[in-house]
Nanobody, 117 residues
């Protein structure tokens, strides 16, 4: 079973940057990875995804041009680089693993990102 642990969240001013990391353990090989976020009172949003080979990525319109996703399979880690952060990016960010960027079966606990105005 795949286990996921996120890190890198915190408090940042608007316009700043953060890099989230998600460390995976267990049978990680072949899995696509994604990042989701959920703000209080809002539905969970699929923010970004990346295939196992890293050749294809997905980004929600709300973060295109500001966020990038990458992975280092040798380290079993996926990253979410978040630039030009806005207060509306405030949410709990969780990583997920699955057989495609549209279907996930494993989830981390999440890390809080707060962007102050």
């Amino acid at each position: 079973q795949v286990q996921l642990v996120e890190s890198g969240g915190g408090l940042v001013q608007a316009g700043g940057s953060l890099r989230l990391s998600c460390a995976a353990s267990g049978p990680f090989s072949g899995y696509a990875m994604g990042w989701f976020r959920q703000a209080p009172g809002k539905e969970r949003e699929h923010v970004a995804g990346i295939t196992w080979e890293g050749l294809a990525t997905y980004f929600a319109d709300s973060v295109k041009g500001r966020f990038t996703i990458s992975r280092d399979n040798a380290k079993n880690t996926v990253y979410l680089q978040m630039n030009s952060l806005k207060p509306e990016d405030t949410a709990v960010y969780s990583c997920a693993a699955g057989r495609s960027v549209w279907r996930y079966g494993y989830w981390g606990q999440g890390t809080q990102v707060t962007v102050s105005s």
